[in-house]
């Protein structure tokens, strides 16, 4: 089989599809990755079929288990060497993409990342606490999402300010966690808990998806800054 076949097969065990345009894409993104890894750390994931696993699939997953409106205007929160949203722009084109990190020198990949793939995403270097006080990305977005980042008390508090009212904060995290823990922050943040999904990408690689919805706008007083939001959880 050739690395398509198996890649294709990957996906449509996991409900997905994968053309041959899609992959070659996936494959630039994955060579430029661990090309620039090794100058600048972005991840300790490194050899080609796992990266395609653990970064590529589970970050398109999401557009499976978690409706994204055609068009939708989507926000990455601590986006690292972006994840989810890069692969996501890939698979579904129509989505307008900001990729937000507080790292410059992920900022400056991320940038020509895009321009290699030729894709429109915006790439911001910036603290989430300070940019989601911003008017420009206030409650601005269908979508905001963000990768095992932190604990989803925290994670609440820096994603949530981003999304309209009636729009999605989906968190993809490992399999140790549960809105349990969470329920006061996306309470206090305006949001509901919408679904808890688990998954396995292969073998026994658990993941969860959790899914908040936006019910109600975000008091002015939310974010706090970084110290209050990681000393005294929501």
Avoid: W
Avoid at 71 to 85: E, K, N, Y
């Amino acid at each position: 089989m050739t690395d398509f076949d198996v890649c294709k097969s990957l996906f449509e065990n996991n409900g997905l599809e994968l053309s041959k345009p899609l992959h070659e894409k996936l494959e630039i993104y994955s060579d430029f990755l661990r090309e620039y890894n090794q100058k600048v750390n972005l991840t300790a994931i490194t050899e080609p079929y796992e990266i395609m696993t653990k970064h590529f699939l589970d970050s398109i997953l999401l557009s499976r288990y978690c409706e994204i409106p055609e068009g939708a205007r989507l926000i990455d929160v601590g986006t690292g060497a972006g994840f989810p949203s890069v692969p996501l722009k890939l698979y579904r084109p129509d989505l307008k993409i900001t990729l937000l990190d507080s790292l410059n020198k992920r900022i400056v990949f991320l940038r020509e990342l895009c321009q290699r793939l030729d894709i429109d995403c915006e790439a911001v270097h910036g603290r989430a606490e300070e940019l989601g006080r911003d008017e420009d990305y206030r409650e601005r977005f269908d979508i905001a999402t963000a990768r095992a980042v932190a604990a989803m008390p925290v994670l609440c508090e820096y994603c949530m300010p981003f999304v309209k009212k009636g729009g999605k904060f989906a968190a993809m995290k490992g399999p140790n966690e549960s809105f349990k823990a969470a329920g006061n922050a996306v309470k206090v943040l305006g949001g509901e808990c919408e679904n808890e999904i688990s998954y396995t990408l292969s073998g026994n690689d658990e993941r969860k998806l959790f899914i908040v919805k936006k019910i109600s706008h975000v008091a002015a007083k939310y974010p706090r800054n970084s110290g209050q939001i990681k000393n005294k959880p929501l």
